[in-house]
């Protein structure tokens, strides 16, 4: 085959790796979802305990990643001294670690269907928190563009017949720990030049998160499962719901670092729609027309959000180039000059 065969084989080869990528993440994510739902709902294994949860995940993740880094050598350590691990990370961990409790905690009162609805408010959340911190700049046009996504929301949430006050507060608390985890990421990590993937997140971050639901762990469901003695650990079970929730990690690393953060927007909308598909088909959950005229007006502002990103990134990069191209002709033109009074001066001697 000639050459333009062989460029066009590394082409497809290139696409059909990007797919397999997407395809395995959200493979992996909507196992994780489910298989947590499936866990803590109290009409299928019955284990409402989601700290517990969260903190055996924890557990299994942190250890896997200290393998990973300190023995397998999979990945290299971010250079980090204590007092930037205790003011950046161990807030961002705290941040976490609240975020995970309150989504898991969701799922022993909501459907798997209305809480992807809700996790639609996450860039709203998002954006809100980047306005009030000063990381983003308030503009009406985007401003407008949440509240029509909230909108959505509030439709899908009107629609709803499983409605529970008390799992919509911990669903949402889960998306505003979350955001403002997000935005202080940004703040307290990537400002200062630290850039920390899934695996040395989970390394840095697991074991503080750890420590955090420790202190909800030892007031709210010790005691409990304490007075529930036939409970015996499964290790089949957690086991590989831990060993999926790694995976998830992994495949994000994966994911973002051959393809685009982007990309991973656009597979988490697809995702999303599987997940509400799912859990109507499958669990028998309850998905209403006016659920899913709602969740339809939400996602259109969503995929607007995320169009206007791409955007803004592509005329940033565009500038970017055209300012390089500047500095370059400078250079050029400069040299050109130093030429000239160079030859001048030779011809003048």
């Known amino acids: 085959m000639g050459k333009g065969g062989s460029l066009s084989d590394s082409v ?25 739902k499936y866990i803590l709902d109290k009409k299928m294994y019955n284990w409402p305990f989601p700290v517990s949860l969260t903190m055996i995940h924890m557990s299994f993740c942190a250890t896997l990643a200290i393998l990973l880094i300190k023995v397998f050598k999979f990945v290299e350590p971010v250079s980090m001294s204590r007092d930037v691990y205790l003011k950046s990370v161990v807030p961002i961990g705290a941040l976490y670690s609240l975020s995970l409790w309150l989504s898991n905690s969701a799922y022993i009162y909501l459907s798997v269907s209305f809480i ?151 597979a988490g909308v697809v995702k999303d729609w599987l997940l509400i598909a799912f859990s109507w088909s499958v669990i028998k959950d309850t998905v209403t027309p006016i659920n899913l005229f709602g969740y339809g007006l939400a996602f259109l502002g969503v995929a607007y959000y995320n169009h206007a990103k791409l955007q803004a990134m592509k ?20 040299e050109r000059e130093v030429e000239g009074n160079v030859k001048r001066i ?3 001697n």
């Open 12 to 36: 497809l080869k290139k696409i059909l790796l990007s797919y397999t990528y997407v395809a395995i993440w959200i493979f992996l994510s909507f196992t994780v979802i489910v298989y947590n």
């Open 315 to 334: 005329a940033k990069d565009a500038q970017k180039k055209a300012q390089e191209a500047d500095e370059e002709a400078g250079r050029l033109l400069e």
């Open 346 to 348: 030779e011809s003048e």
């Open 116 to 266: 992807q609805m809700l996790k639609a408010l996450m860039p709203v959340a998002v954006y809100s928190i980047g306005v009030l911190l000063k990381k983003e700049n308030f503009k009406s046009n985007t401003m407008a563009n949440m509240l029509s996504i909230s909108f959505g929301v509030g439709i899908a949430a009107y629609g709803e017949a499983r409605f529970d006050t008390w799992g919509v507060i911990l669903q949402l608390g889960a998306v505003a720990f979350e955001a403002t985890r997000l935005v202080m990421i940004q703040i307290l990590l990537t400002s200062k030049g630290i850039t920390l993937n899934p695996i040395t997140s989970l390394y840095y971050v697991a074991p503080c998160c750890l420590v955090f639901l420790f202190i909800p762990w030892i007031f709210v469901e010790y005691p409990v499962l304490k007075e529930t003695s036939s409970f015996h650990f499964d290790f089949v079970i957690f086991g590989t719901n831990s060993l999926c929730a790694f995976a998830l990690n992994l495949a994000v690393f994966l994911l973002v670092g051959k393809t685009s953060a982007l990309t991973m927007n656009v």
